[in-house]
């Protein structure tokens, strides 16, 4: 597709176009590039991804592929000549698609934008689909930062969660991305699964301490609606997770990393100073634009947010027939902006700037200073210890009329 065609989306909503030609073209930009391949389906997990049976011979990495680059000659003409500041490569597994697919992928980036010197370029990985060669050979490609799924290091944990990955794999993954080059690497962890004891979190967390990286996410375990998991708990075959526990959990988790010299710099993130931190997820809670590429991945450029079409077919037939492979969208109102600002930098280390709020919210905010929850920080709102806990609470507390 040529730059000029890919303007002519078929379908593109005018109010999106509208967005996108007001844009600041001379800002940078975010990628997000959705690989929705997975050898199997985690019991937890509502992503969009699919495993080979699921797909049939509707779909391929192949496929997939050709519409991604479809849709990133068409980004590319609709942006504008902006410099890509940060790649995220997410799914689904990307490392499914082995270290020359990844490479191939990220040539595809670069044949439709211009990455910015010193760009971030991040890749997930499941542990059990990496090898020192893979590791080498896309750092070799130009990925900067890797993201291993560990979950947990108690093979009963894992087994709860249907992950598929021996419990000391992520550690050596780690220790191979490190020897190929990476400075930045991250473990994901799951806490707060149902059966977990205090033992289990500690093992991981001996583990996490082993590894040599310099992040760290931890999540709580969430039961989604139309999951395997949310089944089980429904049919009362496992508890849902009880919000005490997961509160404990998590400071237990803050507590043994901070012991370590990683610091928080956002709610469910921790780095080993300054430089560890993700950018390109730190793009999402400023709000900054991105564009977010292949079947299912949303984007927020210029005030606009869209969804594309979920099912990798469909995804790439819209664009092999020329039409836009949005789903639906969203112009943001005012509102919605302020509203979402308060949300998320308010999970922030950096906080929440008092300038954004409104003399009313600002009073609310003082009255979460007095409670203990909040705090001010060179003239912004930085949650507590306590806060934390209760971001999201406070974020309502904040903005309720």
């Known amino acids: 597709m040529t730059a000029t065609a890919a303007t002519h989306w078929r379908d593109l ?48 990495p192949q496929s997939w592929l050709e519409a991604v680059r479809r849709e990133l000659d068409g980004a590319a003409a609709l942006a504008g000549p902006r410099p890509v500041s940060t ?31 010193g760009a971030e370029v991040t ?19 130009g990925y900067t930062r890797v993201s291993l799924g560990m ?79 949310a089944r089980k708990v429904r049919r009362g075959e496992v508890p849902a997770p009880d919000d005490d526990v997961l509160a404990a959990r998590y400071e237990r988790i803050d507590d043994r990393l901070s012991g370590e010299g990683f610091g928080w710099y956002e709610v469910s ?28 991945a949303h984007s927020h450029v210029a005030g606009a947010r869209w969804w594309n079409r979920k099912h990798p077919a469909t995804y790439a037939s819209a664009l092999t027939d020329g039409v836009w492979p949005g789903d639906d969208f969203e112009v943001l109102t005012d509102d919605d902006r302020h509203i979402e600002a308060v949300m998320l930098r308010l999970r922030m280390r950096s906080g929440l700037p008092s300038a954004i ?13 007095g409670d203990g929850l909040l705090r001010v920080v060179d003239e912004a709102y930085v949650l507590t210890d306590s806060g934390r806990l209760l971001a999201d609470g406070v974020v309502r507390d904040i903005l309720v009329d």
């Open 151 to 229: 979950q947990s290091a108690s093979s009963r944990v894992l087994a709860i969660l249907d992950r598929n990955h021996t419990p000391g794999r992520a550690i050596a993954a780690a220790a191979e991305a490190g020897a190929a080059g990476f400075e930045h690497v991250n473990l994901d962890v799951i806490y707060g699964t149902p059966g977990e004891t205090d033992a289990d979190l500690d093992t991981t967390l001996d583990a996490v301490l082993a590894a040599p990286i310099d992040h760290v996410s931890a999540y709580a375990l969430i039961v989604e609606d139309g999951t395997a998991f």
């Open 87 to 117: 790649v995220f490569v997410g799914g689904g597994t990307p490392s499914l698609l082995g270290a020359h697919g990844l490479a191939d992928l990220l040539d595809a980036v670069r044949a439709s934008f211009d990455l910015a010197p």
């Open 357 to 369: 709020l409104d003399d009313e919210e600002r009073a609310r905010a003082e009255g979460a200073v």
């Open 269 to 296: 993130n921790w780095g080993r100073g300054p430089d560890s931190a993700c950018r390109h997820n730190e793009a999402y809670w400023r709000s900054d634009d991105w564009w977010g590429i292949g079947p299912g």
């Open 123 to 141: 890749t997930e990985s499941n542990p059990e689909s990496t090898s020192p060669e893979f590791f080498a050979e896309i750092r070799a490609a």
């Open 13 to 60: 909503p005018e109010a999106v176009a509208r967005r996108l030609h007001a844009g600041d073209r001379g800002e940078p930009l975010g990628l997000y590039l959705h690989v929705p391949f997975c050898a199997t389906r985690c019991g937890y997990c509502d992503f969009n991804t699919y495993t080979a049976g699921e797909l049939g011979s509707s779909s391929s």
